[in-house]
T-cell receptor
């Protein structure tokens, strides 16, 4: 059974800093890995998806990497802004394929102005 | 733009009632999912569906059932609501392509009194 762990659970940094959020998963036979953002009381917004054949994906100030062999992914946020404050969730397919996701418990990020 | 619409943002019901949560997607996605989100436990998969009239149990299906009579609509049913089913419920949909993410609705916050 897939298990996903995210560290740190919470992070507070001043505006402008570059930061890294970590995700680890136990079943490396994954189809893809996804990063989401969740604002308080809202649904999830997809940020990046990395397919199993890829090593990284970039979107604007965000870069996600994937190392299947070690069961790890990182989300790098460059030049953080107060609007980046949210909970960031990492998710991997529960059984490797195109089925439901297993989520980490998230990193609650606060960017101080 | 993908739109996943959940019928209610907030819902209050009484124990023992039969509760229906509705979800509609407008992107002709094959796959649909129901999750619940609880503090300290994160998001957990309840049920998912690959196609019309198909359903698969997720990690916590007990006390729930689902219905998918049309491709765009996926309903979650609480057969006899209990207080431990008070939660945020999130619906998602996705295509069968490995490079496409799951898209989430805004969630239904359900309180069972």
């Amino acid at each position: 059974k897939q298990e996903v762990t995210q560290i740190p659970a919470a992070l507070s940094v001043p505006e402008g800093e570059n930061l890294v959020l970590n995700c680890s998963f136990t079943d490396s036979a994954i189809y893809n890995l996804q990063w989401f953002r969740q604002d308080p009381g809202k649904g999830l917004t997809s940020l990046l998806l990395i397919q199993s054949s890829q090593r990284e994906q970039t979107s604007g100030r965000l870069n996600a990497s994937l190392d299947k062999s070690s069961g790890r992914s990182t989300l790098y946020i460059a030049a953080s802004q107060p609007g980046d404050s949210a909970t960031y969730l990492c998710a991997a397919p529960a059984h490797g394929g195109a089925d439901g996701l297993t989520f980490g418990k998230g990193t609650h990020l606060i960017i101080q102005p | 733009d993908v739109k996943v619409t959940q019928s209610s943002r907030y819902l209050v019901k009484r124990t023992g009632e039969k509760v229906f949560l509705e979800c509609v997607q407008d992107m002709d996605h094959e796959n649909m999912f129901w999750y619940r989100q609880d503090p300290g436990l994160g998001l957990r998969l309840i049920y998912f569906s690959y196609d019309v009239k198909m359903k698969e149990k997720g990690d916590i299906p007990e006390g729930y059932s689902v219905s998918r009579e049309k491709k765009e609509r996926f309903s979650l049913i609480l057969e006899s609501a209990s207080t431990n089913q008070t939660s945020m419920y999130l619906c998602a949909s996705s295509s069968n392509l490995s490079n496409q993410p799951q898209h989430f609705g805004d969630g239904t916050r359900l309180s069972i009194l």
